[in-house]
């Protein structure tokens, strides 16, 4: 059954334990879901609670809907990461670069209506915005932005973190790791205030990313969205053929 007592907010709590399921092979791909009535019983709790937990696994890829038929398991869930979650600290140093870390801004503030939305928050609730020029061997490389809940970082604005790595941070003052992220890619102009301290010109070709992560525990911790350099930067990934079929 879900805590009604945790900080975790009950459709976020709902949303790993179907996840859970899934992964478990208790609902196996192609299989139909229960509906939300049936969901509501299950779990105590509302169709409100069990139709926003639903809305984030379809859109995380878990789950499908198809009009006048319902909810499904997805046919092929993801089960491994296809690319290695890490910070770009750790990034650079595999890539033999020194990494770095100028501060641009460091407060609590509210988030947009998408930023509350990507981690699970209530309107008004606090977060940490954090953005930082991150650097190789000393030169700009990526414009991050990095937003955080607030309850879960108490005291967190009274660290520095010029030249640190935020996930080591995390992990070793509260005990949050990265377990999963949904991201996203695309190049993008990039804007007159990012160029200048990117260092190029306006509207020269950036690549956009968007990343929600989670911790172990399927919570939300970060929004992230970062500008790197497109002269600078490139990403590498090894793909493989699952299925043996070369045909083309």
């Known amino acids: 059954m879900l805590d009604r007592y945790s900080p975790i907010p009950l459709h976020s709590q709902l949303t790993t334990a179907i996840d859970q399921r899934i992964e478990s092979g208790q609902w196996v791909p192609e299989s139909q879901v229960p509906s939300e009535r049936e969901l509501c019983e299950?779990?105590?709790?509302?169709?409100?609670?069990?139709?926003?937990?639903?809305?984030?696994?379809?859109?995380?890829?878990?789950?499908?809907?198809?009009?006048?038929?319902?909810?499904?398991?997805?046919?092929?869930?993801?089960?491994?990461?296809?690319?290695?979650?890490?910070?770009?600290?750790?990034?650079?140093?595999?890539?033999?670069?020194?990494p770095g870390a100028r501060v641009v801004r460091f407060q609590a503030g509210t988030g947009s209506l998408a930023v509350a939305q990507s981690l699970h928050l209530s309107a008004g609730e606090g977060i940490i915005l954090l953005e930082r020029l991150r650097l190789a061997n000393g030169k700009p490389m990526a414009l991050e932005t990095v937003h955080l809940p607030e309850q879960l970082f108490p005291a967190l604005l009274d660290e520095s973190l010029e030249d640190r790595s935020l996930y080591q941070l995390l992990g070793q003052?509260?005990?949050?790791?990265?377990?999963?992220?949904?991201?996203?890619?695309?190049?993008?102009?990039?804007?007159?205030?990012?160029?200048?301290l990117l260092g190029v010109r306006k509207g020269s070709p950036v690549l956009q990313i968007q990343r929600t992560t989670f911790d172990a525990q399927g919570r939300p911790f970060e929004y992230l969205e970062s500008f790197f350099r497109g002269d600078r930067y490139v990403f590498q990934a090894e793909l493989r053929n699952q299925n043996g079929d070369l045909s083309s």
């Open 42 to 98: 299950q779990f105590q709790v509302s169709r409100i609670t069990v139709r926003q937990a639903l809305h984030q696994l379809v859109s995380d890829g878990r789950l499908v809907r198809i009009h006048g038929r319902g909810t499904y398991v997805a046919t092929s869930p993801l089960k491994k990461q296809l690319l290695p979650l890490v910070g770009f600290s750790e990034d650079m140093l595999g890539r033999g670069q020194r």
């Open 173 to 196: 003052k509260y005990g949050i790791r990265p377990a999963r992220a949904l991201q996203q890619w695309q190049a993008v102009p990039c804007p007159a205030r990012d160029a200048k």
